[in-house]
């Protein structure tokens, strides 16, 4: 089993800047891919971003490219999301997965991904 357990999350204005963690405890770090997700209220969650074990390669949605980055520490067990330039669409909460499995295929789907946290809640005002 793998715990996740996601953090940082809160009210941020638009056009500014927040960090989300993801901290992984359960299994070795270093052999899960990790992504990020997020769900808006009344709307399906929506792949965000997700990077590779080792950490070489980073997948991101369209709607984020060029303004989120993620990241990862293997020796600290935690992956980041950071997010700048932030806008009112990318409020919702904030979801951390993980999978042993190689990033191939439909990644971007939620199916694909085993392990879950809880969510970090991200609130952008205008």
Known sequence: ?????????????????????????????????????????GKEREFVGSITQGGASTYYADSVKGRFTISRDNAKNTVYLQMNNLKPEDAGVYYC?????????????TDWWYYWGQGTQVIVSS
């Open 1 to 41: 089993q793998v715990q996740l357990v996601e953090s940082g999350g809160g009210l941020v204005q638009v056009g500014g800047s927040l960090r989300l963690s993801c901290a992984a405890s359960g299994r070795t770090f270093s052999n899960l891919a990790m992504g990020w997700f997020r769900q808006a209220p």
């Open 97 to 109: 997965a993980a999978n042993q499995r190689v990033i191939s295929g439909r990644f971007h789907d």
